[in-house]
């Protein structure tokens, strides 16, 4: 069974930080690309950045571009966002996924998802 979880969400005042983790199971990891999504009240969903199986970046949102990084491990089975000057429009549920094919940001493109994490960024 395959499963992504997301951890490392909270409640942060604008210009901090915090870093979510990704954690898979059931699925050869290393082969897989893992995007980052979010979703904020009554908007669509949106991507955020993405990793290749090497490691490198796939891409970021313009609007977090210089501030969130992504990186995996994958002895370990984890992918990293690392959000910093965080924003208040950052506010959101951010949510991992995992595909098999192909690099790219389009959600739909993606197979396996985690149940997603809470982003609150207060001004």
């Known amino acids: 069974q395959v499963r992504l979880v997301e951890s490392g969400g909270g409640l942060v005042q604008a210009g901090g930080s915090l870093r979510l983790s990704c954690a898979a199971s059931?699925?050869?990891?290393?082969?897989?690309?893992v995007g980052w999504f979010r979703q904020a009240p009554g908007k669509e969903r949106e991507f955020v950045a993405a990793?290749?199986?090497?490691?490198?970046?796939?891409g970021y949102a313009d609007s977090v571009k210089g501030r969130f990084t992504v990186s995996r491990d994958n002895p370990e089975n984890v992918v990293y966002l690392q959000m910093n000057s965080l924003k208040p429009e950052d506010t959101a549920v951010y949510s991992c996924?995992?595909?098999?094919?192909?690099?790219?940001?389009?959600?739909?493109?993606?197979?396996?998802w985690g149940q997603g994490t809470q982003v609150t960024v207060s001004s």
């Open positions: 990793v290749n199986r090497d490691g490198s970046s796939i």
């Open positions: 996924a995992a595909n098999l094919l192909t690099a790219n940001k389009n959600p739909h493109d993606y197979t396996y």
């Open positions: 059931g699925l050869s990891f290393s082969y897989y690309v």
